[in-house]
């Protein structure tokens, strides 16, 4: 039987006096169950998952049969209005300037903090308490596979990774406590009666149909492993590329190319994540010196987990993605499964 999405606010009062109402929706079965939190935007240029969340909704009104459901599209409505990271970022300032501003650093909030610990608390106090199990999506820039993020240590973070049906696959150790605001993944994976995944949707600031597709199978594919939905998880062909919590982990099966001169580096037409046999041409590097064309090819057969020429800070400043490479810049990195 069809379930229609009931419409409500999370309040939060900001320190000039004004009000942020963070809009989310709720869909309850009416029968027991686990309580699924989906929540994306808890930074402004990451909206690939807003547009999962609003098609989470459809499948949840007219498939859910058990459990109930908080989807939250705008976690971070002022950097969303902001167009930026975080409210206290400006233009070409990297991520990591937050001040105090990254929301996923703030959980479980705070209300008498600034202005994003005060957003972040209403979420919690309206939403994030009521629930049992959290999807967490974010957009990380397109020169890295999308991926999902999860706690090792966590039997059912583990579980939810696997059947997330992203390809790529990172594994999360078990964060210090600092005694201050953590994020909302670790909020719910230190609990023993709890869970999280995050899933990172390459790229930012754009919403492609391909992504949103990969975010929407992954959350209905949560929602049939918890029996809230019926039916059997749509999984990926082929293996998951897992990297650990530590590059010594992986680093025998991550094949990366350098670019060994300086020139402009001019990619094959890849996508990150594309499966790709050793010795497939993945791009070319003009020389600056002498306009010699030299050509690079996979090393590995294996997934792309890096493709493109770019430098720190490359989702905030365009310089950043400049495909102008000096000698020993990243090109490409093959992950072997």
């Known amino acids: 039987m069809p379930h229609e999405a009931t419409l409500d606010h999370a309040v939060a009062t900001l320190t000039d006096g004004t009000e942020v109402r963070t809009p989310f929706w709720r869909i309850d079965s009416g029968q027991e169950g ?3 939190l989906v929540l994306a935007a808890q930074h402004g240029n990451e909206v690939q998952g807003c547009e999962v969340v609003r098609r989470f909704r459809e499948v949840c009104e007219q498939s859910l049969r058990a459990g109930e459901v908080f989807l939250v599209p705008f976690a971070n409505l002022p950097a969303l209005r902001h167009r930026r990271s975080h409210i ?16 996923n650093r703030t959980w479980p909030g705070d209300p008498e903090g600034n202005d994003t610990e005060r957003v972040t608390h209403s979420l919690h106090e309206a939403v994030a308490r009521h629930c049992s199990r ?16 999860a706690r090792g240590d966590n039997e059912l973070s583990v579980a939810m990774a696997e059947v997330a049906a992203i390809r790529f696959i990172q594994w999360r150790n078990r964060p210090d406590d600092t005694g201050q605001g953590t994020m909302i993944g670790a909020l719910f994976n230190n609990d023993p009666a709890r869970a999280a995944i995050t899933i990172e949707l390459a790229p930012q600031w754009v919403i492609r149909d391909k992504e949103v597709a990969a975010g929407l199978r992954a959350a209905t594919n949560l929602a ?10 749509e999984l990926l062909d082929g293996p998951y590329a897992e990297l650990g919590p530590d590059s010594d982990s992986h680093q025998d099966r991550l094949h990366e190319i350098k670019a060994p001169f300086s020139g402009l580096f001019v990619e094959a037409g890849l996508e990150t994540s594309d499966h790709v046999e050793e010795g497939q041409l993945l791009g070319h590097l003009i020389r600056v010196e002498g306009l010699e064309t030299v ?21 905030v400043a ?3 993605q400049h495909p102008y490479a000096d000698g020993g810049d990243a090109l490409a990195a093959v992950l072997e499964p």
């Open 224 to 233: 049939k492993l918890f029996g809230m939905i019926d039916g059997e998880p």
């Open 88 to 103: 206290s970022l400006g233009p070409e300032q990297p991520y990591g300037d937050d001040r105090g501003h990254n929301m």
């Open 295 to 315: 050509e690079f090819a996979a090393p590995a057969t294996g997934y792309l987990h890096q493709y493109g020429c770019f430098r720190p800070n490359c989702d």
């Open 134 to 149: 959290c999807l967490d999506l974010h957009s990380w820039s397109r020169f890295t596979a999308s991926a999902t993020l």
């Open 34 to 36: 686990e309580v699924l």
């Open 318 to 320: 365009l310089p950043s």
